[in-house]
Antibody, heavy 123, light 109 residues
Framework: EVQLVESGGGLVQPGRSLRLSCAAS????????MHWVRQAPGKGLEWVSG????????GYADSVKGRFTISRDNAKNSLYLQMNSLRAEDTALYYC????????????????WGQGTLVTVSS | EIVLTQSPGTLSLSPGERATLSCRAS???????LAWYQQKPGQAPRLLIY???SRATGIPDRFSGSGSGTDFTLTISRLEPEDFAVYYC??????????FGQGTRLEIK
């Protein structure tokens, strides 16, 4: 059974940093790209960042570029998001999501999601 | 960046009725790389449709997707009580960034 378990969220002051983690199990982690998607309270979904299976390709939303860094440790089956210079508008539930692969190809849509970790940026 | 606009914002229907949800893209979505998700309160999104019209594993056949280019539709043929939720479309043909629509809330009438 595929499981994605996020951790590391909490209350943080504006300008401070936080590191999120996602522990993956139930699939061959280093076969798949992984992503972070966030959802502000009562709002829709926003893609934050994605990383290829070997960390060779990384992308960010403009809203977090230069402040957030995605990384992974395939030996530990773990995905990370280092968040610096946090702002009030970064307040959201952060989901870790696995990319979908068919029998022939992989694409940046998400077939498994964690339950999310809540980040609240407030003084 | 491809902007996705979903309509209507809220759809009020009764169980047994047919639901039609729209997702319009600001530019053509290459290779019909469009997905639909369902999200219930307190839960993570669930993948329903990919490639505009292919059902994900375990998704009932009352859910169907159609469309190409800039206009896409999710249809639920006969609403079950568990189908009342928020639905999002997502394009994955042009990235970064990947983009989602703002969602359609399907509520019980």
């Amino acid at each position: 059974e595929v499981q994605l378990v996020e951790s590391g969220g909490g209350l943080v002051q504006p300008g401070r940093s936080l590191r999120l983690s996602c522990a993956a199990s139930g699939f061959t982690f280093d076969d798949y790209a992984m992503h972070w998607v966030r959802q502000a309270p009562g709002k829709g979904l926003e893609w934050v960042s994605g990383i290829s299976w070997n960390s060779g390709s990384i992308g960010y939303a403009d809203s977090v570029k230069g402040r957030f860094t995605i990384s992974r440790d395939n030996a530990k089956n773990s995905l990370y998001l280092q968040m610096n210079s946090l702002r009030a508008e970064d307040t959201a539930l952060y989901y870790c999501a696995k990319e979908y692969c068919s029998s022939t190809s992989c694409n940046a849509l998400f077939d498994y999601w964690g339950q999310g970790t809540l980040v609240t940026v407030s003084s | 960046e491809i902007v996705l606009t979903q309509s209507p914002g809220t759809l009020s229907l009764s169980p047994g009725e047919r639901a039609t949800l729209s997702c319009r893209a600001s530019q053509s979505v290459s290779s019909s790389y469009l997905a639909w998700y369902q999200q219930k309160p307190g839960q993570a999104p669930r993948l329903l449709i990919y490639g505009a019209s292919s059902r994900a594993t375990g998704i009932p056949d009352r859910f169907s997707g159609s469309g190409s280019g800039t206009d896409f539709t999710l249809t639920i043929s006969r609403l079950e009580p568990e189908d009342f939720a928020v639905y999002y479309c997502q394009q994955y043909g042009s990235s970064p960034p990947l983009t989602f629509g703002q969602g359609t809330r399907l509520e019980i009438k």
